[in-house]
């Protein structure tokens, strides 16, 4: 099947997806947003008056569920290298979080203060080579990772999208070693053709 073909397969389905239709309704920028609320509903790792850092938040769907849930007593930032248009309760930066200029400017607005909770839902740009796409995936999660051990709260969480692969398995590992608990998550919302897959370091316990 040619390339084009395959893009009008993916838009039809995308189209007619249940979730984007629901998110549609719901006014969440996007069908992601139903992945966080899913393993939320089960976890209850975002509660009201949390602190909570979102990577790679664009275009805002899991920083509307965070503005939902944490509520006015919460704080929240987001953080992308692409803009993302205001959501009332969340402070954005863009740029890039490992940069040392951006980090600063993240660690001052949240007043040099540990959070509770850090998710990231980045991906890398899809080459199709599957084992170079799983390895770039596997580097933004040691990204995020690296950044929630220096900035979680004892007992905080920690919610990364992941892919299955080479160096994966070294990852849950490395999760393991400072989190009390680590759940493998597929929430029902993510496409069953979807290789994606979740991690949820539970209660952050390193020194």
């Not at 996007?30 to 089960?42: H, M, Q, T, V, W």
């Amino acid at each position: 099947m040619s390339k084009a073909n395959n893009s009008k397969t993916w838009i039809k389905g995308h189209v007619k997806d249940p979730f984007v239709i629901q998110a549609q309704k719901d006014g969440y920028r996007s069908r992601a947003a139903y992945k966080l609320i899913e393993i939320d509903k089960k976890y209850k790792i975002i509660k009201s008056g949390i602190s909570a850092v979102d990577l790679g938040a664009a275009p805002g769907g899991w920083s509307q569920v965070l503005s939902k849930k944490i509520g006015l007593k919460g704080k929240a930032l987001g953080v992308d290298l692409l803009e993302v248009s205001p959501i009332k309760g969340i402070d954005f930066i863009q740029g890039d979080f490992m940069q040392d200029k951006i980090l600063e400017e993240m660690v001052v607005r949240l007043e040099n203060k540990a959070v509770d909770l850090v998710i990231s839902d980045m991906a890398p740009n899809i080459s199709g080579i599957k084992m170079v796409d799983q390895q770039k995936a596997i580097y933004l999660n040691e990204l995020a990772f690296d950044f929630a051990s220096k900035h979680l709260k004892q007992n905080g969480h920690f919610l990364v999208k992941s892919f299955v692969g080479r160096d994966f398995e070294e990852f849950v590992k490395n999760l393991r070693a400072c989190f009390k608990k680590v759940y493998k998550i597929k929430p029902d919302s993510s496409r069953s053709r979807s290789a994606e897959i979740f991690l949820l370091g539970y209660e952050f316990c390193c020194s």
